[in-house]
T-cell receptor, first 115, second 112 residues
Framework: GAVVSQHPSRVICKSGTSVKIECRSLDFQATTMFWYRQFPKQSLMLMATSNEGSKATYEQGVEKDKFLINHASLTLSTLTVTSAHPEDSSFYIC???????????FGAGSRLTVL | GNSVTQMEGPVTLSEEAFLTINCTYTATGYPSLFWYVQYPGEGLQLLLKATKADDKGSNKGFEATYRKETTSFHLEKGSVQVSDSAVYFCALSNRGYSTLTFGKGTMLLVSP
């Protein structure tokens, strides 16, 4: 079945650095990619939705200049956390859907810790 | 807005015990309801779904019934196994599978 490979699974970085998280769709073309994050003891919250070749649509309260999303191809979407701070420490997970699909396929998630 | 509330974990059970994970929701209209499961090191996987009131979703021995009168979608399994240890997420959507509102997730730990 459809698989989304998300990398890295865990990353620790220093405050002020940038971190890139990649999601690759295997065996299907992810026309749309959804990016979620989950703070401890909180729900998975949608951050942004990206369509291949278009700018991402960000949810209210999510800084687009801080969380850069690139979806330049149908099999790769990236989330870059720029100038990361400890409050950005969270679990980030992507989900890909192909055109007309009725199933959303998730990656395994990336746990970011900013020191 | 939409919201999903599910019981806090971890839920700790012995093998072959009966499982219930409660989930209630608030939504406009008639949302579709889902249970997702995340096994260690893997992505979220759709476990089961229900799209209208009184529908029962079932998969791998798990089942949940869409109860509109109580706005609930509780997950049940008659006899859990160690391999069921995972995090379970209740979710809803008004617009198909693509846009989901999740609960906080409930960790289930099953011991032999």
């Amino acid at each position: 079945g459809a698989v989304v490979s998300q990398h890295p699974s865990r990353v620790i970085c220093k405050s002020g650095t940038s971190v890139k998280i990649e999601c690759r769709s295997l065996d299907f073309q992810a026309t749309t990619m959804f990016w979620y994050r989950q703070f401890p003891k909180q729900s998975l919250m949608l951050m942004a939705t990206s369509n291949e070749g278009s700018k991402a649509t960000y949810e209210q309260g999510v800084e687009k200049d801080k969380f850069l999303i690139n979806h330049a191809s149908l099999t790769l979407s990236t989330l870059t956390v720029t100038s990361a701070h400890p409050e950005d420490s969270s679990f980030y997970i992507c989900g890909g859907a192909d055109a007309g699909a009725n199933v959303l396929t998730f990656g395994a998630g990336s746990r970011l810790t900013v020191l | 807005g939409n919201s999903v509330t599910q019981m806090e974990g971890p839920v700790t059970l012995s093998e072959e015990a009966f499982l219930t994970i409660n989930c209630t929701y608030t939504a406009t209209g008639y949302p579709s309801l889902f249970w997702y499961v995340q096994y260690p090191g893997e992505g979220l996987q759709l476990l089961l779904k229900a799209t209208k009131a009184d529908d029962k979703g079932s998969n791998k021995g798990f089942e949940a019934t869409y109860r509109k009168e109580t706005t609930s979608f509780h997950l049940e399994k008659g006899s859990v196994q160690v391999s069921d240890s995972a995090v379970y997420f209740c979710a809803l959507s008004n617009r198909g599978y693509s846009t989901l509102t999740f609960g906080k997730g409930t960790m289930l730990l099953v011991s032999p």
